[in-house]
């Protein structure tokens, strides 16, 4: 079965400096999503994607965030200058044709500032 | 007030029984509903996707949802140890997923 795959699966980096989360969507699918999960907190939406542009972002998605489609196949977030409290557990998502069809996950990447 | 709630758990249940996980939301304008299946360091796996009020059947796993009082269940039948897991109820509003803090359940062998 097609599976979401995100790389690194974990992390750790320096206060201050800047990241790159990657994510290769499901082939077929056009809408491209990244969630955060705080440690012992809910999921949280923080950008949508869709034909090379943001469809809709989260008041966490400041200017330190920021996503690019730089190919046909990956999909990455940035964080500029992190902060302690970026550490988190980053998901990226993808649905097939329109936002209300299902998103499908991949299994994370853990972010640990230091 | 939260757009979706969940009881946090933990649910503890033998194997064999029957487990009803619930949510509510705030929200009258919320179409779509999910429930998604979380294992220790990973991603949510979609389990359930549902239109508006009813039921949705798939395996041992039904999902119904009641729109009148803004109410969303899963019902897990014959529960397995497999099962123990964390399960994160969801509605969609535009192109974001709303989730409720998720249920930590186990089954015990």
């Known amino acids: 079965e097609p599976e979401v795959t995100q790389t690194p699966s974990h992390q750790v980096t320096q206060m201050g400096q800047e990241v790159i989360l990657r994510c290769v969507p499901i082939?077929?699918?056009?809408?491209f999503y990244w969630y955060r999960q705080i440690l012992g907190q809910k999921v949280e939406f923080l950008v949508s994607f869709y034909n090379n542009e943001i469809s809709e972002k989260s008041e966490i998605f400041d200017d330190q965030f920021s996503v690019e489609r730089p190919d046909g196949s990956n999909f990455t977030l940035k964080i500029r200058s992190t902060k302690l409290e970026d550490s988190a557990m980053y998901f990226c998502?993808?649905?097939?044709?329109?936002?209300?069809?299902?998103?499908?996950f991949g299994d994370g990447t853990r972010l640990s500032i230091l | 007030q939260k757009e979706v709630e969940q009881d946090p758990g933990p649910l503890s249940v033998p194997e064999g029984a029957i487990v009803s996980l619930n949510c509510t939301y705030s929200n009258s304008a919320f179409q779509y509903f999910m429930w998604y299946r979380q294992y220790s360091r990973k991603g949510p796996e979609l389990l359930m996707y549902t239109y508006s009020s009813g039921n949705k059947e798939d395996g041992r796993f039904t999902a119904q949802v009641d729109k009148s009082s803004k109410y969303i269940s899963l019902f897990i039948r014959d529960s397995q140890p497999s099962d123990s897991a964390t399960y994160l109820c969801?509605?969609?509003?535009?192109?974001?997923?709303?989730f409720g803090s998720g249920t930590r359940l186990s089954i015990r062998p």
């Open positions: 969801a509605t969609s509003s535009a192109s974001k997923i709303i």
């Open positions: 998502a993808s649905s097939e044709r329109t936002p209300n069809q299902p998103q499908h």
């Open positions: 082939s077929n699918h056009l809408y």
